[in-house]
């Protein structure tokens, strides 16, 4: 039986910070992957589809380009080629990542599954092998909804959508939130037909009514069929029309006729696939791995990374959980709990947010003052022809500290990280007032907003 200082299941962002923290110490180090080195982010998440939603807003911005005076000969979306250079710049990232893991010497990576055989112990094939240290970093999968018919069809997820070679002539997408929008959004730019079906009131339900409202503004006016308390009653397949969903609206069931179905309903962990009781290892009722502050488990020595932990679902959350452990070997006190949740929604114009959004800012007491903007008061915004959406600024009018962000606008993505840095610093926002940011710009706006603070009442 080998033994080595540290194992690591799986191969997402968080094991390169893991890596980049461990092997100076000299140690000898096994990590384990049955599936693509690289985990969701390089292999079918943010490196496949950021690459995708580029090639869509260049499709877009060219139908667009009388709007500015430009008449450019026409416009050709050529599938196959759009796919190669995404396949491309996911080739890059995940062949980068194999060659350092092969050919960095305290490495040994293990080309199989992983899962527990007992305390510190890890079956990998047929062989065996102990660590020191074990860290679970296995990430999650689509979920699959029960229902009937499903079986039957050729229905695909975020992964095998990404596997097409040819352009879908009608997406029916089942699941209203982040990774639908993006994909409603880049294959009506492509030149699909997009049905949306959304069992909830609002689509992103996890965000305030106006901003899910200014999101399905967006969409809808790019052409993208967004059907709202709609539920997904059976599937099935005819020769004529592909894949037909049933649905129920408002009592009555129609049919939505579509060439593919993509299947966006959530994500689970992949836990239930590493044996966890033969180490003791516990999990809540929704299979997330159980983990302390610093990302410990129930058990000594082993650590739980990324979103098997259910502490976050995205690549930048997995790195800081590696930080986390790595800070703590290190003497250190960085904490999950003082992390502040900040995310996007990469459609375009995209969503930036940061801290709590209004909703959960009166439910958990604030008293909440609110400022808002749209894009079309923005100078900068007007002069790119890029006026849809608004920023939201959320202040605790007890304490003067910002609560919380919503960039929905060009940049947002990247304005949204100024104001998380700010609410790190922990400094009130009277100070950020006084900031002199540079013109034209969008973000320089962003401290004006403020003069409009007005209170919220949670009505």
């Known amino acids: 039986m080998q033994t080595y200082d540290h194992i690591i299941l799986g191969t997402g962002q968080a094991t390169g910070t893991l890596l980049g923290g461990l092997l100076p110490s000299g140690d000898k180090i096994a990590v384990v992957e049955g599936n693509l080195v690289g985990g969701t982010c390089v292999n079918t998440g943010c490196?496949?589809?950021?690459?995708?939603v580029a090639?869509?807003?260049?499709?877009h911005v060219v139908r667009r380009a009388p709007d500015y005076g430009i008449h450019p000969g026409g416009l050709d979306i050529n599938f196959p080629e759009v796919m190669a250079r995404m396949n491309h710049v996911r080739g890059d990232s995940h062949?980068?990542?194999?060659?350092?893991?092969t050919t960095e010497e305290q490495i040994t990576l293990f080309r199989s599954w992983g899962s527990f055989e007992g305390p510190g112990q890890i079956r990998v094939g047929d062989e065996i092998i102990e660590g020191d240290q074990i860290y679970i970093n296995v990430g999650a999968r689509p979920r699959v909804p029960d229902l009937p018919g499903l079986d039957d069809v050729p229905w695909l997820d975020n992964a095998r959508l990404l596997d097409l070679d040819v352009l879908p002539e009608h997406l029916i997408i089942l699941g209203g939130s982040y990774i639908g929008l993006e994909f409603s959004q880049i294959f009506r730019r492509f030149g699909s037909k997009v049905t949306i079906l959304e069992q909830g009131s609002q689509i992103v339900f996890r965000e305030d009514e106006d901003v899910a409202e200014a999101v399905n503004?967006?969409?809808t006016d790019e052409g993208i069929d967004i059907l709202l308390e709609t539920k997904a009653i059976e599937v099935c397949t005819q020769s004529h029309a592909g894949i037909v969903v049933t649905v129920e609206q408002t009592g009555e069931r129609t049919e939505i006729e579509g060439s593919h179905l993509l299947i966006a309903a959530g994500r689970v962990p992949n836990s239930d696939r590493l044996n966890l009781d033969a180490a003791g290892i516990e999990t809540?009722?929704?299979?997330y791995i159980v983990v302390d502050d610093h990302c410990r488990t129930t058990v000594d020595a082993v650590f739980a990374v990324g979103d098997v932990n259910g502490k976050g679902a995205f690549t930048h959350t997995s790195v800081n959980d590696a930080e986390i452990v790595l800070d703590l070997t290190r003497g250190g006190s960085r904490r999950l709990s003082d992390r502040i949740p900040t995310y996007a929604l990469f459609i375009d114009p995209a969503l930036g947010r940061v801290g709590l959004t209004e909703r959960e800012a009166l439910s958990q007491g604030y008293n909440v003052l609110k400022a808002t903007r749209p894009m079309s008061r923005i100078s900068r915004a007007k002069e790119m022809g890029e006026t849809k959406g608004f920023a939201k600024l959320l202040v605790d009018a007890d304490t003067d500290l910002i609560l919380g962000a919503a960039i929905l606008g060009p940049g947002g993505d990247e304005i949204v990280n100024m104001f998380a840095a700010y609410m790190y610093s922990g400094r009130p926002c009277r100070d950020y007032r006084k900031s002199v940011l540079i013109h034209p710009t969008i973000s320089e706006l962003m401290p004006w907003i403020l003069d409009t603070l007005e209170p919220v009442t949670d009505d």
Do not use: Q
Request: net charge positive; charged share 30%; aromatic share 4%.
């Open 47 to 52: 490196t496949p589809t950021k690459t995708l």
């Open 55 to 59: 090639s869509a807003r260049v499709a």
């Open 95 to 101: 062949s980068g990542m194999e060659k350092w893991l």
């Open 217 to 219: 503004s967006i969409l």
């Open 284 to 287: 809540d009722d929704r299979g």
